[in-house]
Nanobody, 121 residues
Protein backbone atom coordinates (compact mmCIF):
# COMPACT_ATOMS: atom_id res chain seq x y z
CA UNK A 1 0.00 0.00 0.00
CA UNK A 2 1.16 3.51 -0.85
CA UNK A 3 0.09 6.69 0.91
CA UNK A 4 0.43 10.27 -0.30
CA UNK A 5 -0.10 12.93 2.35
CA UNK A 6 -0.42 16.58 1.32
CA UNK A 7 0.13 19.57 3.56
CA UNK A 8 0.50 23.32 3.30
CA UNK A 9 -2.86 24.36 1.92
CA UNK A 10 -4.86 27.26 3.28
CA UNK A 11 -5.80 30.85 2.66
CA UNK A 12 -3.44 33.07 0.71
CA UNK A 13 -3.81 36.60 -0.60
CA UNK A 14 -3.45 37.41 -4.29
CA UNK A 15 0.19 38.12 -4.95
CA UNK A 16 1.31 36.22 -1.86
CA UNK A 17 2.98 32.82 -1.71
CA UNK A 18 2.23 29.34 -0.47
CA UNK A 19 4.09 26.04 -0.57
CA UNK A 20 2.39 22.68 -0.80
CA UNK A 21 4.14 19.46 0.17
CA UNK A 22 3.28 15.84 -0.54
CA UNK A 23 5.12 12.99 1.15
CA UNK A 24 4.89 9.43 -0.16
CA UNK A 25 5.27 6.36 2.03
CA UNK A 26 4.57 2.64 2.02
CA UNK A 27 5.58 -0.16 -0.31
CA UNK A 28 7.53 1.86 -2.87
CA UNK A 29 10.14 0.36 -5.19
CA UNK A 30 10.39 3.40 -7.44
CA UNK A 31 8.47 6.50 -8.44
CA UNK A 32 8.71 7.98 -11.91
CA UNK A 33 6.45 11.01 -12.34
CA UNK A 34 5.07 13.03 -9.44
CA UNK A 35 2.70 15.90 -9.90
CA UNK A 36 0.03 18.26 -8.74
CA UNK A 37 -3.49 18.50 -10.07
CA UNK A 38 -6.37 20.72 -8.98
CA UNK A 39 -10.13 20.77 -9.09
CA UNK A 40 -12.20 23.89 -8.67
CA UNK A 41 -15.91 23.72 -7.82
CA UNK A 42 -17.96 22.68 -10.83
CA UNK A 43 -14.87 21.98 -12.93
CA UNK A 44 -12.92 18.91 -13.95
CA UNK A 45 -9.63 18.01 -12.35
CA UNK A 46 -6.75 19.54 -14.30
CA UNK A 47 -3.00 19.19 -14.41
CA UNK A 48 -0.97 21.88 -12.66
CA UNK A 49 2.59 20.57 -12.91
CA UNK A 50 4.57 17.34 -13.10
CA UNK A 51 8.18 16.37 -12.48
CA UNK A 52 9.93 13.14 -13.38
CA UNK A 53 12.66 11.33 -11.50
CA UNK A 54 15.36 13.18 -13.43
CA UNK A 55 13.86 16.55 -12.54
CA UNK A 56 12.28 17.43 -15.87
CA UNK A 57 9.18 19.53 -15.34
CA UNK A 58 5.95 20.29 -17.15
CA UNK A 59 3.50 23.08 -16.32
CA UNK A 60 0.01 24.10 -17.29
CA UNK A 61 0.10 27.33 -19.27
CA UNK A 62 -2.02 29.02 -16.60
CA UNK A 63 0.68 28.63 -13.92
CA UNK A 64 3.91 28.93 -15.94
CA UNK A 65 6.20 31.51 -14.45
CA UNK A 66 4.27 31.62 -11.17
CA UNK A 67 4.38 28.07 -9.76
CA UNK A 68 7.45 25.88 -9.31
CA UNK A 69 7.40 22.13 -8.80
CA UNK A 70 10.32 20.33 -7.18
CA UNK A 71 11.01 17.01 -5.52
CA UNK A 72 13.32 15.51 -2.95
CA UNK A 73 13.88 11.89 -3.96
CA UNK A 74 15.56 11.04 -0.65
CA UNK A 75 12.47 12.20 1.25
CA UNK A 76 10.07 10.94 -1.46
CA UNK A 77 8.41 14.33 -1.35
CA UNK A 78 7.14 16.67 -4.04
CA UNK A 79 6.59 20.38 -3.53
CA UNK A 80 4.61 23.10 -5.27
CA UNK A 81 5.75 26.65 -4.65
CA UNK A 82 2.89 28.96 -5.51
CA UNK A 83 3.96 32.56 -6.14
CA UNK A 84 1.69 35.42 -7.12
CA UNK A 85 -1.44 33.29 -6.87
CA UNK A 86 -4.60 34.55 -8.50
CA UNK A 87 -8.22 34.22 -7.46
CA UNK A 88 -8.69 31.58 -10.17
CA UNK A 89 -6.06 29.36 -8.53
CA UNK A 90 -8.57 28.58 -5.78
CA UNK A 91 -9.15 24.82 -5.82
CA UNK A 92 -8.51 21.54 -4.07
CA UNK A 93 -4.97 20.50 -4.95
CA UNK A 94 -4.17 16.81 -5.30
CA UNK A 95 -0.81 15.11 -5.30
CA UNK A 96 -0.19 12.27 -7.76
CA UNK A 97 2.58 9.71 -8.06
CA UNK A 98 3.31 6.98 -10.59
CA UNK A 99 4.58 4.15 -8.39
CA UNK A 100 6.13 0.76 -8.97
CA UNK A 101 5.75 -1.30 -5.79
CA UNK A 102 8.18 -4.02 -6.84
CA UNK A 103 10.87 -4.42 -9.47
CA UNK A 104 8.76 -6.08 -12.17
CA UNK A 105 5.39 -4.69 -11.14
CA UNK A 106 3.23 -2.39 -13.18
CA UNK A 107 3.31 1.35 -12.63
CA UNK A 108 0.20 2.47 -10.77
CA UNK A 109 -1.22 5.91 -10.09
CA UNK A 110 -1.74 6.99 -6.49
CA UNK A 111 -3.49 10.11 -5.26
CA UNK A 112 -3.44 12.13 -2.08
CA UNK A 113 -6.57 13.16 -0.25
CA UNK A 114 -6.38 16.76 -1.48
CA UNK A 115 -5.67 20.06 0.23
CA UNK A 116 -7.76 23.20 -0.15
CA UNK A 117 -6.09 26.35 -1.44
CA UNK A 118 -8.16 29.51 -1.29
CA UNK A 119 -6.88 32.72 -2.85
CA UNK A 120 -8.73 35.69 -1.45
CA UNK A 121 -8.10 39.20 -0.21
Amino acid sequence: QVQLVESGGGLVQPGGSLRLSCAASGSIFSISDMGWYRQAPGKQRELVATINSAGATNYADSVKGRFTISRDNAKITVYLQMSSPKLEDTAVYYCNAAVRTWAWGAVEDYWGQGTQVTVSS
